[in-house]
């Protein structure tokens, strides 16, 4: 059995502050361990329940936060940027289940530690067929398009909440009780360890039961900015149409196609964040 893990770091125990996990930091190095021996859990928990063969997406920030001998169950690592399917690169139809660690709200979430939907600089909300989502929603697009079905999730209970929409099924594991965007209740890291383990023994052996995700064709993505200025900018790209002042959308039936676009808009828009 072969698992694909896309790594944020968020959602992990003890993280509360960018501070945490940005390279260059002084608390880097520690948040960076806490995130570490939280994916070797979810691993371990998966190896313990049968699973085989591994591949982690580093997928937070500059996408350099895990260190490849430091990972348990002889995983790949996929690290560094620019990967062209960004949070999902190395999905691909191959996976008989993929899981979402150390995930987080989306940026309009009530409670939900570092809450942001891809760019906290640059985006306010973004809406699958009508239901806002997070980023649990957008990269569900990809295990879709794969036929992959999203068997874990963790984070806080805002990322669970979320996972709801595109993975019902999913084992979720809550390590942290946010209580606002900068502040938060940790279980302690060896006991959420622990959690993560046992939910990952659970999600692999209830993984027949899992389907992937799914969604109503067309689908329609629509993307809400901070400023006027970014939806005007995201228009440059083919098949982005604008629907209000802040507001574009994207129309399409293939999910891979559309997952690539808005990841192009995320990009381009990035040039306008003040600074
Ligand atoms: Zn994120």
Not at 24 to 42: C, H, I, M, P, S
Not at 128 to 145: C, D, F, K, P, Q
Request: hydrophobic share 45%.
């Amino acid at each position: 059995m072969k698992l694909f893990l896309s790594t944020d770091f968020e959602g992990t125990s003890g993280i509360v502050a960018w501070e945490q996990i940005m390279e260059g930091q002084a608390e880097y190095a520690q948040g960076r361990k806490l995130l570490t021996d939280e994916v070797n859990a979810v691993i371990t928990g998966a190896q313990d329940a049968g699973a085989s063969e591994f591949v982690v997406n580093d997928a937070h920030s500059v996408m350099r936060n895990l260190h490849p001998q430091d990972l348990a169950g002889r995983a790949m690592l996929i690290t560094g940027r620019h990967k062209p399917l960004y949070m999902m690169q190395g999905l691909d139809d191959s996976f008989d289940g993929a899981c979402f660690v150390s995930y987080h709200g989306s940026i309009g979430a009530e409670h939900a530690v570092l809450s942001h939907t891809y760019n906290p600089g640059a985006i306010w909300e973004v809406r699958i067929n009508g239901e806002v989502v997070g980023e649990s929603g957008l990269n569900a697009l990809v295990a879709a398009h794969y036929g992959v079905p999203i068997i874990f999730v963790s984070g806080d209970e805002a990322t669970a909440n979320e996972a709801q929409l595109v993975a019902p099924e999913a084992e979720k594991v809550i390590v942290k009780q946010s209580l606002g965007r900068f502040a938060a209740a940790h279980i302690h890291p060896s006991v959420a360890c622990n959690m993560l383990r046992a939910g990952a023994v659970r999600a692999v052996q209830n993984i027949g039961a899992m389907l992937p995700p799914a969604f109503t064709l067309p689908v329609t993505i629509e993307v809400t900015f901070l400023v006027a200025d970014m939806a005007e900018m995201a228009c440059w790209i083919r098949d982005v149409e604008r629907v209000s002042a802040r507001t574009v959308q994207l129309v399409g039936e293939n999910l891979l196609d559309l997952y690539r676009t808005f990841v192009t808009v995320v990009m381009l828009t990035r040039g306008l964040v003040d600074r």
